[in-house]
T-cell receptor, first 113, second 112 residues
Framework: DTEVTQTPKHLVMGMTNKKSLKCEQH?????MYWYKQKAKKPPELMFV???????INESVPSRFSPECPNSSLLNLHLHALQPEDSALYLC????????????FGPGTRLTVT | GNSVTQMEGPVTLSEEAFLTINCTYT??????LFWYVQYPGEGLQLLLK?????DKGSNKGFEATYRKETTSFHLEKGSVQVSDSAVYFC???????????FGTGTSLTVIP
C-alpha cells in the first residue's frame, strides 16, 4: 500500500477562520512533508518532519502551523490566511533513508475568501 | 547547489507519437532522480526512478536513463496515448537530506 490520504479534498475559508488540514500514511514512513502548489507551478516545500520532529521550515509565515501527533499523522493548522494563500496543499511521505522517493497525497484545494 | 532544468512546455502530440521530455540536473555528489506525473486535479504520482548512474527507470511504457556524463534524465515513451495527457515533473534528491528539487514541469497534451 503506497497511499497517502488527505482531508478535506476542498476547503473554503475566510481570512478570520481557523481550520486544519489532515494527512495520514500507513507505510511506516518516518519523514513527512507539506508542500504548497500554485497553478502551473512545481510544489514548493513548506515543512519537513523527520521521526516526528520538525527538521525543515522553509521560512513559512506563522499563520501556517504544522503538527505531527504521531508517525502516521501530519496536520497543518491554518489561521488568519490571506487570499494569496489559496493553492493546492500536498502532503507527502518517504522512508527515513535519504534519497528515497516521496509518495504524495491527492491534495487539499484551499480557497481563502 | 542542486537544481533541475526541464524543457519548457506545453507539448502537444498526436496519439501514438514518440515522446521525449528533456531533464538535466546540477547536484553535488550522487543524487537520486525521479519523474512524477500529475493529472488534472490530483496529487503527484511517482512514475519512475533511478538511484545511480546508468540505471534505467521504467513504468507504464515510460523510460528514463540516469546519465552522469551528461547530467541528464530524459523521459521517453514510444507511443503516447490520450490518457498520458498530464504535467510531468523531473526531480532529484541529493541523498544528504530529505529535500527534493523539482523542475518547473512540462505539460503534455495528446490529441486523438
Amino acid at each position: 500500500d503506497t497511499e497517502v490520504t488527505q482531508t478535506p479534498k476542498h476547503l473554503v475559508m475566510g481570512m478570520t477562520n481557523k481550520k486544519s488540514l489532515k494527512c495520514e500514511q500507513h507505510m511506516g514512513h518516518r519523514a513527512m512533508y507539506w508542500y504548497k502548489q500554485k497553478a502551473k507551478k512545481p510544489p514548493e516545500l513548506m515543512f519537513v518532519y523527520s521521526y516526528e520532529k520538525l527538521s525543515i521550515n522553509e521560512s513559512v509565515p506563522s499563520r501556517f502551523s504544522p503538527e505531527c501527533p504521531n508517525s502516521s499523522l501530519l496536520n497543518l493548522h491554518l489561521h488568519a490566511l490571506q487570499p494569496e494563500d489559496s493553492a493546492l496543499y500536498l502532503c507527502a511521505s518517504s522512508p527515513s533513508e535519504t534519497g528515497r522517493e516521496q509518495y504524495f497525497g491527492p491534495g487539499t484545494r484551499l480557497t481563502v475568501t | 547547489g542542486n537544481s533541475v532544468t526541464q524543457m519548457e512546455g506545453p507539448v502537444t502530440l498526436s496519439e501514438e507519437a514518440f515522446l521525449t521530455i528533456n531533464c538535466t540536473y546540477t547536484a553535488t555528489g550522487y543524487p537520486s532522480l525521479f519523474w512524477y506525473v500529475q493529472y488534472p486535479g490530483e496529487g503527484l504520482q511517482l512514475l519512475l526512478k533511478a538511484t545511480k548512474a546508468d540505471d534505467k527507470g521504467s513504468n507504464k511504457g515510460f523510460e528514463a536513463t540516469y546519465r552522469k556524463e551528461t547530467t541528464s534524465f530524459h523521459l521517453e515513451k514510444g507511443s503516447v496515448q490520450v490518457s498520458d495527457s498530464a504535467v510531468y515533473f523531473c526531480a532529484l534528491s541529493d541523498n544528504s537530506g530529505n529535500q527534493f528539487y523539482f523542475g518547473t514541469g512540462t505539460s503534455l497534451t495528446v490529441i486523438p
